[in-house]
């Protein structure tokens, strides 16, 4: 009988896929590829770090094909300062034993005294943890580690400036790829302050995806993969969301990046194709949107059929490019955003 419930919940699936995917997204938005540049596998998400004139994009980087051969995986490093056209891993060092095999997945990093530190969501055999690095002389150094039992599928991260964190946990239960096509409301936003004090905020959502924090503290930006929107909080001290408010609707929405003046969000149009392509098959659409943050005026930026780039998970903007990651392969795109406004 077992097998007969996994057949009949395969049927219904298919089915939702094809329903869900019926709809063709006929717009293409002029893009110009800059430069193809090389990473480890699965660069899923990335964090800008400065060091005086020197940028590093900092990419998380997790063979999600090859699940069973993660020795490629890592944070890697790309001087974006002498345009160097391959990301190399970072050196991990005096981190436990459980962490030697890393499985990473969103990242975020932030500077205050006495350095700077970088964030990241390994999935363990058996629970999921956020592991603190600092970032020290192009070498990963463990700080500590933080897991709770509400933490049961972490997809992204954003750190205060004080140490305290947020997560978007996207379910109850981690590949619960039920709850993900039918868009259970599982998901919640988790809080962990300064102090390693856990709360639940906010309300819950259909598989909260993205997350951002404003320079100021003061807003948080949340995206809903399954929900299809993107959301602004007003964020108390207390770490508490009061005030929530729909900037844009967007299908499929993945990570959040911000600048002083414009929201970045990627996105999975077709569900049916961006499960095709999590097998290893075919290519799979995406679509990258930039939301005006003084007006919440959006706008589709980019459109990429999957040649290019497939499963487009994370866009961030720097001097003048857009920097654009997918899931699975192994590489990112870097863009001249001068030439399609």
Partial sequence: MHWINKLLNATILLG?????NSCQLTETVNKSI?????????????????????KYLLLSCNDRWRKNKPQNNGIYALCISKNDTIATPLKRKKEPQRFKRLYPHGIDIVHRTPGTYLDVIHHGKGKSEIIKYKFQKQQLIFQSSYSHPWMSSPNDIVVRKNGGFFVTNDQKKRRNNLGFLFGFRSGRVLFCDENGHWSRVGDTHKFPN???????????YISTTRGNQLFQYLLKKDGNLLEKTKIARIKGADNITLNSTNLWVTSHPKLMKFVKHARKKDPCPSVIYRIDRGTNSIKKYFYYEGEQISAASTAIEIDGYLYISPIFDNKILKVSLKKTD
Avoid: C, F, H, R
């Fill in 16 to 20: 939702i896929i094809v329903i869900l």
């Fill in 34 to 54: 800059t430069q193809t540049i090389v990473t480890g596998p699965g660069p899923e998400d990335m964090a800008l770090y400065k060091d005086g004139a020197t």
């Fill in 210 to 220: 993205g997350i951002a924090l404003s320079e100021s503290e003061n807003y948080l």
